[in-house]
């Protein structure tokens, strides 16, 4: 694909989840007015531990599936058979694990537990989709299952003004999504079921080093609303939960985009995968990090008009964590490398590295700074992340993207990020002009891009 090709991709994904987003942000407010900081704390825990879940389960499959799929290596036959296989047994597990979590009463993990066999067809599905570049297809399902977890809270929040509404709301979205899928997969031709074969030991090779990486984050993510349980209490944890479903919504088109890169870097050859990853690299730092601002600039003025709680102290939380955006914009695009280059361990161990460091900060910073401590801790695991993730990957000898753009990029953005307190609306004024000044990007080259005129 070209580079136009490549934005065109996300960009028809990230904009069949506006509509989807809207109806998420609307109800992201109705939850935070329906429901006491701690029930919206507990609903937080509900999803880190689905978060957490979800990668520990997934044993990397999704990744491998984007890579391999793309690559053509693997008979239709063989790859469904040997899908089939596993999410069988990983589903038989999960049920066990999810009966026992509500025998012993942890029924807030039970939920989430139960819920993961669907959401593990959900996720093997689409990236089956996306690897053969079924944009359309995957922009549908997206948009479903957006929807139908959203149609499904909405429906449970007017019975029960509980966290369990919203709970048992995506536990019967992620169901709803996944019959969905098989009902449309079998009005379809499947190809004939064959015992999978000798490629099996190369798509693990692949896979467990994604698991492992994945599970590392999970940890991470995670350990953040436990730690803000444990120091600061169940309103605090409201209060960062709100901040963090804002950020989500905010990053959706970089999850958009780091579906396209993979199987797009999967099926290039190196030297013009490398060239398209800068260019990517230098539009991801003019566009991402804006968006972050604006949002960062709107949100404080726009959110207390339509709460009913006071949740002033999300908005400094959230625009610290904006911050994440920028390290992103350079991240998904080394991670994507990394994986389509069969060097997914350099993920691994950057994610080791990086939650090593966040567990020595995070006590520290959340005791001393609050909420926004705790904010800094996961800006500063994104970094070093991205920064060690950089360094293996060239001592593998695979090419990597320019140091000094995040850097330039860092400087730019916290100097932007400083007019927070006293002048929100200029912070995208400033990245522009330091960006500019710091050659981060041109006006001239940009201007190309958007009529068209940039194929690399």
Known sequence: MTLREIMRYAGTLYGANVAASVVTFGLTVLISRDMSRADLGIYGLFQAYFLFGAYASSFGLAPATVKWVASGAVDDGEFLTF??????????????????????????????????????????????????????REALVLVFASLATSAWIFVLLLADHSYWAPILGQVLGAYSTALAMIAYALTRRLPRLRWPGAWRRAFWGTALPVFLGSSVFAIGELADRLVIRHILGLADLGIYVLALTLFNVLNKPVHMLSRVLLSHFSQADHGAGHAQALEIVRVNLAVLPLMGLAAAAVLPWFMPLVLNRNYTQAFPVFAVLTAVILVKAVELVQSSLAVARDSAMSNMRAQVVALALYALTVFFLTRAFGLIGVAWAVVLRWTVLTVVQRFDMKRRGIDVLPSHLLMR????????????????????????????????????????????????
């Not at 999810?98 to 942890?106: E, I, R, T």
């Not at 330091?434 to 006006?443: C, D, E, T």
């Open 83 to 136: 899908m089939m296989l596993r999410l069988a047994g990983i589903s038989g597990l999960l049920y066990v694990a999810a009966g026992v979590a509500y025998l012993l009463s942890f029924k807030v993990l039970a939920a989430a537990l139960f819920a993961l066999p669907a959401y593990q067809v959900f996720s093997v599905g689409l990236s089956a989709a996306r690897a053969r570049l079924w944009r359309r």
């Open 409 to 456: 990029a860092a400087v730019a953005y916290l100097v932007a990020l400083a007019f927070f307190p006293v002048a929100p609306w200029f912070m995208g004024i400033a990245y522009l002009g330091l960006g500019a000044m710091l050659r981060l990007w041109s006006v001239p080259r940009a201007w190309r891009l958007a009529l068209g005129r940039v194929e690399s």
